[in-house]
């Protein structure tokens, strides 16, 4: 019986960090073994030592981070300890690893033909031969026209693209072992499960190894055989996907997966558990269970007992205690709201918008970034945008608040039409229509305190000054769950879901209205951003405000969301009842958003591949803008006559020229109906136009 | 999450300090920043007390002519029969008042302008822009004693002509840090909050740019003394009967014809270039730890 040796074989892995003199731990312990065309996944949230872990088996950790215990095997040879000619060995043949932002991963000023033949070259190729070999190893990663591609720069490629050339030169030396780091978490969800399908389809052609890290759950039920879950650098749990999904056995695991809106949950039916507390900072010394401080199910035993590896099946491992009771972890957060969350549609809308239309210009160019966009919202409400990136959506939730001025349409407020310009609203107007941002670091002025960014917001918005200002202020941090002690920190300071809670107080300081919400919890864990949604509902539903809340994450917008709009290139293309929007009939645009979207469930929808990427705002395609990439185009009609947004049924509007009869009709019978998806349609730069039958 | 929740530990409130120290604590590591400020300290105390510490009255001209080095006159005697020595401790006085107060005169109009170009853009960007660049095609000193015969020397005009040519390269490095800064969502936020322009530039705006202007005003400071020098040097800086290093330079630098009285020269030359030097150690070692 001579089993080959293991793809990778981590037995007890140390790893520290030394930081101001001393020494702190990241990785505690950790033994993973994946086997040979094995995908296995690592997740955990920022600060867990998932990268650490990737950075340890590549012999690539930071200059101050070092191996103190255990062992690293890569098909059977020690690793730790390489250097020299013996580490380019390992790196360049056996292990190859792909980052988040494929943008930094490319060297901009090398053309993309001579960076991916370097690889080739590195073993002993002519210039000539490894160019050749390039070029096809592009078209393994099915980039059309991969000639072409070799003789640009990456700034003329796309997100999805580049992650694809980097893909491509990942697996141009067929590796044992190829660790993916967050691969697709800066893509949209589209292009997004365009590259887990391309990944997927390789991995079964290559019968290569994967390591995959990533926070997302829904990524790794798509894409994933087993599973460790990280927390403060120990894997406290580790089996089969579903295993771990379906039947968690630590605390940990069983909170992650709470927070997830998942499965259509929406604000009305309670709130989201969350995770108490914070991760254990580095400098702590943790010598019991690492969870037990955040876990509600902690007993004596975990604070001074560190907790075996219980094996739970012969695949299936926790580390706690108490494993057998783990998924009665008595909630976080209580599930009743107190309040109803009633939205009243009869009076006057609150927010009135008509023929929105934005276009820049840009050297010479026409950008339509918004075109005739009209929707309405009531006190109360939530008005959830979804769209790839390009669609728009920014550019509408800028032109409401009055940060760019549209070229065409009106904005009402309680039927009143404001200004087109910011600089141009009265100060009540100003007040009511807020924004809280996706990136709190960006949204906070670094150098000053949380004290005083919040005084001066209730200066400004609130008419609130002397004495009577600290009052309100405390007030105003409490109600966002902003602890005291934080008002003397400076936004570095603060994690970024406290960083988030301030950018609300701030938006909330004078009883708006309307609080645009940016994509306020995508750079946010899962837990912190169960937190902070349930922070939302929670104002919502005391105060009545209104919400315009955009994402890419479709689970968080139909979570929190009584209407959802969907807009392609500038328009508006469905726009209804969350629930009605979700489960359809949908705009096809719509269907193949949903399809792209791996969930913790699982299965349910069949992928529908849109063809290409976005067409670019400057010229927008004829006829229906979705045509080109649409998988129901009707052929002639839809490429030379837009479709009108009509009412296709009650509060449901819809631009396409399919009746929603036969739209319900084709989607109740899969989508396989009319375009069957081609395992792989190549994708290009450009978007090739959709066959039509 | 919820604050029932045990707060982390009291360690991330003294952050704040932390981080500040910590900058303080890589300049104090940082050789280059280090010798640079010891030279600096060292030529600012002697423009404070040096006519006080000096062996001799730097302005005495009593004393025999061009001496050779000695222990009672250390660096020799000059033509007029002074003393060396005490003169290049005194000689950092003038230059040392004329040269910051340029600088600073060309930083604070420099960091207005680059605000409000940087923020507005436009027109005004445009044209601010192309002045800029002609400001720039012409030589500091040409400019300089072109407008000091005009307008006649006077110390302040020295210092205004100096700082106004500064104003315009200021204002460039500045603009190019708030192009990036307004950008970013706080400048938006702050809008929204019905922010004036003149509050969101300099409340908002200013101290995020704050590094790049620090580095930038040092290496104008070396600029500037560089400059002062040089004007001296032509007769349209300092004027006698000041100990000045460039004065001294003018007074007695035809006499190295004869090549034996090189001390007369030598001394105020190298005191001269330790400053410009020191300045430009103290800046990039400001550059370096700053701009991270």
Not at chain 1, 156 to 177: C, E, F, T, Y
Not at chain 1, 430 to 435: A, C, D, T, W, Y
Not at chain 1, 444 to 472: D, F, M, P, Q
């Amino acid at each position: 019986m001579t089993e080959p040796a293991p793809t990778l074989e981590i037995r007890n892995l140390d790893v520290v960090y030394r930081v101001r003199g001393r020494d702190r731990k990241i990785l505690r312990e950790v033994s993973l073994t994946i086997s040979r065309g094995e995908t296995y996944g690592l997740v955990g949230e920022s600060g867990c030592g998932k990268s650490t872990a990737a950075l340890a088996v590549v012999g690539y950790l930071a200059s101050n981070g070092r191996i103190t215990a255990g062992s690293i095997r890569v098909a059977g040879q020690d690793v730790v300890g390489l250097s020299g000619g013996a580490l380019r060995h390992l790196r360049a043949n056996d292990v190859s690893m792909v980052y988040q932002n494929p943008g930094e991963a490319l060297n901009p000023s090398i053309r993309i033909g001579d960076q991916v033949a370097e690889v080739f070259r590195i073993r002993g190729a002519e210039r000539p031969q490894a160019l050749e070999q390039a070029e096809k190893a592009l078209a393994r990663v099915q980039i059309a026209d991969p000639g072409s591609v070799l003789g640009r720069y990456p700034h003329q490629l796309s997100g999805g693209m580049q992650q694809r050339v980097v893909i491509a030169m990942a697996l141009a030396k067929d590796p044992a072992l190829l660790i993916l780091d967050e691969p697709t978490t800066s893509l949209d969800a589209t292009v997004e499960a365009e590259v887990l399908d391309l990944i997927q389809q390789l991995r079964s052609e290559f019968h290569t190894s994967v390591l995959f890290i990533t926070h997302n759950l829904g990524v790794i039920a798509k894409m994933c055989e087993r599973v460790g879950v990280l927390y403060a650098g120990r894997l406290v749990e580790e089996g089969p996907v579903k295993t771990i999904l379906n039947d968690p056995r630590h605390p940990y695991t069983v909170g992650l997966l709470r927070c997830v809106p998942r499965g259509g949950t929406r604000k009305d039916r309670g709130r989201l558990d969350t995770i108490p507390g914070f991760l254990p900072s580095i400098d702590q010394e943790l010598r019991a269970c690492v969870f037990a401080d955040r876990c509600g199910l902690a007993q004596e035993v975990c604070r001074t007992d560190e907790p075996p590896l219980y094996r739970i099946t012969a695949d299936h491992a926790s580390r706690c205690h108490f494993h057998e009771q783990a998924q009665e972890l008595p909630r976080a957060t209580p599930e009743e709201l107190g309040q109803p969350l009633a939205v009243d549609r009869s009076g006057t809308p609150l927010l009135q918008v008509d023929d929105l239309t934005k276009v820049f210009e840009q050297q010479g160019r026409h950008i339509h970034a918004l075109e005739g966009v009209s929707a309405a919202l009531w006190p109360g409400e939530t008005l959830g945008l979804v769209g790839e990136s390009g669609s728009g959506k920014t550019t509408f939730a800028r032109a409401l608040l009055g940060l760019v001025a549209p070229s065409r349409g009106t904005v009402q407020l309680d039927g009143r039409s404001l200004p087109p310009r910011l600089s141009l609203r009265t100060q009540q107007d100003v007040r009511v229509l807020q924004i809280v941002f996706q990136n709190p670091d960006s949204a906070l002025n670094r150098r000053h305190t949380v004290r005083r960014i919040l005084r001066r917001s209730l200066k400004k918005l609130a008419s609130i000054a002397g004495g009577a200002l600290e009052a309100r202020l405390l007030k105003l941090a409490s109600s966002v769950r902003l602890a005291e002690r934080y008002l003397t920190a400076r936004p570095k300071q603060l994690s970024g879901g406290l960083k988030q809670r301030v950018a609300i107080a701030r938006a909330f300081a004078g009883e708006p209205r309307l609080v645009v919400c940016d994509e306020p919890t995508s750079a946010l864990d899962v837990s912190v951003q169960a937190a902070i949604l349930n922070l939302l509902v929670e104002l919502q539903a005391q105060r009545r405000v209104a919400y315009i809340f955009i994402s890419h994450d479709l689970g968080v917008v139909r979570y929190i969301s009584d209407r959802i709009a969907v807009l392609y290139l500038g328009r508006l293309m469905e726009l209804g009842p969350a629930a009605v929007v979700f489960d359809g009939p949908h705009h096809p645009y719509t269907e193949a958003l949903l399809s792209a979207v791996p969930t913790i469930d699982g299965g349910g929808r069949a992928r529908i591949k849109l063809a290409g990427e976005i067409p670019s705002a400057a010229a927008p395609p004829s006829g229906c803008v979705f045509h080109t990439r649409c998988h129901r185009n009707l052929g002639e009609i839809c490429e030379n006559e837009e479709p009108p947004l009509v009412e296709v049924e009650d509060s449901h509007l819809m631009r396409c020229h399919i009746p929603i009869e036969e739209l319900r009709k084709l989607q109740r019978k899969g989508s396989t109906a009319m375009a069957p998806p081609t395992p792989s349609p190549p994708t290009s730069a450009a978007p090739l136009p959709a066959s039509s039958s | 999450m919820s604050t029932a929740v045990p707060a982390p530990p009291a360690v991330e409130l003294s952050q704040a300090s932390i981080a500040r120290r910590e900058t303080l604590g890589q300049l104090a590591r940082s050789k280059t920043f280090i010798t640079g400020a010891i030279i600096i300290a060292f030529w600012v105390f002697c423009a404070i007390f040096g006519t006080k510490i000096a062996p001799h009255d730097p302005l005495d001209q009593s004393f025999p002519q061009l001496l050779g080095l000695s222990r009672t006159y250390p660096f020799g005697t000059d033509q007029l029969g002074r003393d060396v020595f005490s003169r290049v401790l005194a000689g950092a006085h003038d230059i040392l008042i004329i040269a910051p107060l340029a600088t600073l005169l060309g930083i604070v109009g420099g960091t207005i302008i680059g605000l409000v170009t940087g923020y507005f853009r436009g027109v005004v960007d445009d044209v601010v822009s192309r002045v800029v660049d002609a400001v720039l095609a012409l030589p500091l000193i040409v400019i300089a004693v072109t407008v000091l015969v005009g307008l006649g020397h006077s110390t302040l005009t020295v210092i205004v002509v100096i700082g106004l040519v500064f104003t315009p390269i200021v204002s460039r490095t500045v603009r190019a840090a708030v192009l990036a800064e307004r950008q970013l969502d706080y400048v938006a936020a702050s809008k929204l909050l019905g922010e004036r322009a003149p509050y969101v530039m300099f409340v908002e705006i200013l101290p995020n740019v704050m590094a790049p202007i620090v580095v930038e005003a040092t290496v104008r400071l070396g600029y500037a003394i560089f400059a002062v020098a040089g004007l001296t040097f032509l007769g349209f800086g300092v004027q006698p009967p000041s100990p000045d290093w460039a004065l001294q330079i003018a007074d007695n630098y035809t006499l190295l014809n004869a090549g034996t009285y090189w001390w007369t020269v030598l001394f105020p030359a190298l005191a001269i270039i330790s400053l410009v030097v020191a300045v430009n150690l103290v800046a990039d070692g400001l550059a370096r730890v700053l701009s991270r």
